[in-house]
T-cell receptor, first 113, second 117 residues
Framework: GQQVMQIPQYQHVQEGEDFTTYCNSS?????IQWYKQRPGGHPVFLIQ?????EVKKQKRLTFQFGEAKKNSSLHITATQTTDVGTYFC?????????????FGSGTQLTVLP | DAGVIQSPRHEVTEMGQEVTLRCKPI?????LFWYRQTMMRGLELLIY????????DSGMPEDRFSAKMPNASFSTLKIQPSEPRDSAVYFC???????????????FGDGTRLSIL
């Protein structure tokens, strides 16, 4: 089945530095959803990208969908300790009654105060 | 509104025992998903239901795993007999179908942390 590769696996940054995680696929992605999981918590939906080249912003977070819909990125500007957690991208499979997500491996972000 | 409710939050049991995990989806949601999360394998989809009917169970590891959804507000994931390699966090999630071609987010429960000794 389709695999979604996510890099890096781990990232340590100093508070105030920027952070980016990348999601790549060898085949065209339909839609991309991004989730955040705090340590000990559960995945929480952040955003969905649908269109080629789409860019969406949520405060300090910027989400981008590649022109070929084979990659996506999440960029956090000026990280804060509250940004700590694992960020997952997920390919959305939607056809008929089929509705499922294929999650990337996630990027675990540590923010050092 | 209450989110997805899972029970128990933690379960520690000896190998060979039967384990039953429970999930109550968000009211009105017509999709329910069971995931397993481990360090080695990440977040894996085990099975999902639409309107209480299993749609895809290809992620269920083996016959020791079974899942049911007897009604729109309740689902169980059962492992019998359990083995140490089943130790993981099991998440239930639900979502709402909002029309062909559109996709709603999945809402996850707090998970069940399962340890098989």
């Amino acid at each position: 089945g389709q695999q979604v590769m996510q890099i890096p696996q781990y990232q340590h940054v100093q508070e105030g530095e920027d952070f980016t995680t990348y999601c790549n696929s060898s085949t065209t992605l339909s839609n991309i959803q991004w989730y955040k999981q705090r340590p000990g918590g559960h995945p929480v939906f952040l955003i969905q990208l649908v269109k080629s080249g789409e860019v969406k912003k949520q405060k300090r977070l910027t989400f981008q969908f590649g022109e070929a819909k084979k990659n996506s990125s999440l960029h956090i500007t000026a990280t804060q300790t509250t940004d700590v957690g694992t960020y997952f991208c997920a390919d959305v499979i939607s056809s008929g009654s089929a509705r499922q997500l294929t999650f990337g491996s996630g990027t675990q972000l540590t923010v050092l105060p | 509104d209450a989110g997805v409710i899972q029970s128990p939050r933690h379960e520690v049991t000896e190998m060979g025992q039967e384990v039953t995990l429970r999930c109550k989806p968000i009211s009105g949601h017509d999709y329910l998903f069971w995931y397993r999360q481990t360090m080695m394998r990440g977040l894996e989809l085990l099975i999902y239901f639409n309107n209480n009917v299993p749609i895809d169970d290809s992620g269920m590891p083996e016959d020791r795993f079974s899942a049911k959804m007897p009604n729109a507000s309740f689902s169980t994931l059962k492992i019998q007999p359990s083995e140490p390699r089943d130790s993981a966090v099991y998440f239930c999630a639900s979502s709402l179908f909002s029309g062909e071609g559109s996709n709603q987010p999945q809402h996850f429960g707090d998970g069940t942390r399962l340890s098989i000794l």
